[in-house]
Antibody
Framework: EVQLVESGGGLVQPGRSLRLSCAAS????????MHWVRQAPGKGLEWVSG????????GYADSVKGRFTISRDNAKNSLYLQMNSLRAEDTALYYC??????????WGQGTLVTVSS | NFMLTQPHSVSESPGKTVTISCTRS????????VQWYQQRPGSSPTTVIY?????PSGVPDRFSGSIDSSSNSASLTISGLKTEDEADYYC???????????FGGGTKLTVL
């Protein structure tokens, strides 16, 4: 059974940093690309970033480019999102998602990030 | 870059059929696969259609997907509506120009 468990969310002040983690199990992690997708309260889904199986290809949404960094450790079956210079508009539930060709087939339960003073 | 536009909401009665559209703003809808996700209140999204018209195991055949190049849009059709189908539905495609994933704004389906 595929499991994706996010952690690292919380309340943080504007301008500060936070690092999210996603522990993956139930599939061969280093065979698949992975994504971070977020959902602001009461809003729709927004893609944040994606990374190929070997970290050779990485993409970011314009809204986070230059502030967020995605990475993975295949030896630990883990995905990460380093978030710097956080803004109020980054407040959202952040989902870790397993890629399937050009989409997603499995989603985690999400970790909530709240940016507020 | 392109956008995917969905109706904000649709409603239909149990047992009926509903179709949710997803229109691509630029570039061909057929140039990248379209996926559809269902999100019930308080839950994570789940995949109901992938690669335009494929259903994951466990998704009932009441759910079907298609694309229409003439209208540059994709559609999710749900037949034999059940109250459990009430949820938000998101279409999604891939932007080859920046290796990005693009979501539609979501459609709230009400079954009443």
């Amino acid at each position: 059974e595929v499991q994706l468990v996010e952690s690292g969310g919380g309340l943080v002040q504007p301008g500060r940093s936070l690092r999210l983690s996603c522990a993956a199990s139930g599939f061969t992690f280093d065979d698949y690309a992975m994504h971070w997708v977020r959902q602001a309260p009461g809003k729709g889904l927004e893609w944040v970033s994606g990374i190929s199986w070997n970290s050779g290809s990485i993409g970011y949404a314009d809204s986070v480019k230059g502030r967020f960094t995605i990475s993975r450790d295949n030896a630990k079956n883990s995905l990460y999102l380093q978030m710097n210079s956080l803004r109020a508009e980054d407040t959202a539930l952040y989902y870790c998602a397993k890629a399937l060709v050009q989409g997603v087939d499995y989603w985690g339960q999400g970790t909530l990030v709240t940016v507020s003073s | 870059n392109f956008m995917l536009t969905q109706p904000h909401s649709v409603s239909e009665s149990p047992g009926k059929t509903v179709t949710i559209s997803c229109t691509r703003s630029s570039g061909s809808i057929a140039s990248n696969y379209v996926q559809w996700y269902q999100q019930r209140p308080g839950s994570s999204p789940t995949t109901v259609i992938y690669e335009d018209n494929q259903r994951p195991s466990g998704v009932p055949d009441r759910f079907s997907g298609s694309i229409d190049s003439s209208s540059n849009s994709a559609s999710l059709t749900i037949s034999g509506l059940k109250t459990e189908d009430e949820a938000d539905y998101y279409c999604q495609s891939y932007d080859s120009s920046n290796q990005g994933v693009v979501f539609g704004g979501g459609t709230k389906l009400t079954v009443l």
